[in-house]
C-alpha cells in the first residue's frame, strides 16, 4: 500500500504563488509516472501537471507557462511551482502516482492523495 499525502495549498491574491508538494511513502520499488490533477466546484477532474521518471513532462494547457512541475527520486516527492495565479485556478489538486510496488511486479498501481486546496482570490 502506497499513501501520498500532499502539502501547500491555501488562500493567495491573484497574481501570486504557491508551491505544492506531495511525499509517497509505503511499498515503494520504484515511481514512474507522478503529477497533479485538480477539480473545481461542478468540473470534472482535469491534468494539471504530470512528469516522467526520466524527467518528460506534460501540462495542461490552462497552465503552460505558468506552472513548473518537478521531481525528487530520492525523497518520493513530486512538487508543483504555481506562479501568476489566476482565480479559475482554484480548486482541489490532487496528486497521482503510478507506482511500481517490488521489482517482481510488470505492472504499476495507481495512487490518489486526499487532496488540497488551493483558492485564488481577484
Known amino acids: 500500500q502506497v499513501r501520498l499525502v500532499e502539502s501547500g495549498g491555501g488562500l493567495v491574491q491573484a497574481g501570486g504563488s504557491l508551491r505544492l508538494s506531495c511525499t509517497a511513502s509505503g511499498t515503494i520499488f520504484r515511481i514512474n509516472d507522478i503529477g497533479w490533477y485538480r477539480q473545481a466546484p461542478g468540473k470534472q477532474r482535469e491534468l494539471v501537471a504530470i512528469i516522467t521518471r526520466g524527467g518528460s513532462t506534460n501540462y495542461g494547457d490552462s497552465v503552460k507557462g505558468r506552472f513548473t512541475i518537478s521531481r525528487d527520486n530520492a525523497k518520493n516527492t513530486v512538487y508543483l511551482q504555481m506562479n501568476s495565479l489566476k482565480p479559475e485556478d482554484t480548486a482541489v489538486y490532487y496528486c497521482?502516482?503510478?507506482?511500481?510496488?517490488?521489482?517482481?511486479?510488470?505492472?504499476?498501481?495507481?495512487?490518489w492523495g486526499q487532496g488540497t486546496q488551493v483558492t485564488v482570490s481577484s
Open positions: 497521482n502516482a503510478k507506482v511500481r510496488s517490488t521489482p517482481s511486479r510488470t505492472w504499476d498501481e495507481t495512487y
